[in-house]
């Protein structure tokens, strides 16, 4: 009889600490994009388009933000009201565009979303229903703090809950958590639901200059020039969190010890796989499928 595939595995020997240090590795890509680096064959994939006009800007972002809610969706991401993105206009940049309270994210298309200034006047969009009230309060928070934030999400997601119950940033147990290598931060005090603005500034305040934010009793928050970006890097957060809960619950069950990449190696997967033309292209395959999915209704 033939060796099934059980038997033929052979147990691999743990390499000892002397033979780790002898190791050398080497980085490539030196010199190119991130984005040459990653694609073979010397054809890079499209990065982020630009327009003509700010109204091929404004809907083209509107289409992007309704197909992320849409992904949120198909991801469990949904937790009553609770959840809400933004994206600064193109062309009014004092003002922002959000989806309105109390719709199921799986709805949500281009035209439901709400025009709001940073005083938080609803100037555009749908009049129909309201902003979510804590969303502006953090949103706009976040937006006056950072220019260079176009796009603004948060969700109360299982995962992150969970994990931002320890107060603790996430670590460096694999490549993919390393795009947010030394660039997210956990807001360490928890003030109830945000109905004060001095709230949101606090939020706004524990981001800092990066990329994401672990709210301690409360959930995620994740930033991005995109809202693609930013709803790449809030999956991202979500799943490094469920990934921490498990390492640790190893851990803890088994006396297992967790072994963290290096600084070295996490800032040069940061720098290869953390700028925001990578990040905006790790949103676009989900874009794609979802698109696939219903047929394009988010843009409507």
């Not at 851990?251 to 925001?276: H, T």
């Amino acid at each position: 009889m033939s060796p099934t595939a059980i038997s033929d595995v052979t147990a691999t020997t743990p390499k000892s600490k002397e033979e780790q240090k002898e190791q050398q590795h080497v980085h490539g890509g030196e010199g190119l994009t991130a984005l040459q680096a990653i694609s073979h064959g010397g054809i890079p994939i499209p990065g982020i388009p630009t327009f003509t006009t700010h109204e091929l800007k404004r809907h083209w972002q509107l289409e992007h933000m309704a197909c992320a809610f849409r992904i949120w969706a198909r991801q469990g991401y949904t937790e009553g009201m609770s959840g809400h993105i933004s994206v600064r206009d193109p062309e009014h940049t004092n003002a922002f565009w959000t989806n309105p309270l109390a719709v199921h994210f799986g709805m949500l298309k281009a035209s439901d979303m709400i025009l709001l200034d940073l005083s938080g006047n609803v100037i555009g969009g749908n009049r129909s229903r309201p902003a979510n009230a804590a969303g502006f309060l953090i949103h706009a928070a976040v937006h006056k703090a950072r220019e260079d934030v176009h796009a603004v999400c948060h969700a109360h997601t299982i995962h992150g809950k969970a994990w931002s119950a320890f107060a603790k940033p996430l670590d460096m147990l694999n490549q993919d958590v390393c795009k947010l290598y030394k660039a997210h931060s956990v807001y360490e005090s928890y003030g109830g639901v945000v109905l004060a603005a001095e709230e949101g500034e606090m939020i706004a305040k524990a981001l800092g200059g990066g990329k994401g934010c672990i709210l301690m009793n409360h959930g995620l928050l994740t930033v991005g020039g995109t809202v693609d970006e930013a709803a790449y890097l809030f999956e991202l957060m979500e799943r490094s969190c469920r990934v921490q809960l498990l390492a640790e619950a190893a851990a803890a069950g088994g006396g297992v010890k967790k072994v963290l990449i290096s600084d070295e190696e996490a800032e040069y997967n940061f720098k290869m796989e953390s700028d925001p033309e990578s990040l905006y292209c790790e949103f676009q395959p989900e874009y794609e499928y979802e698109e696939m999915l219903c047929n394009g209704a988010f843009k409507k």
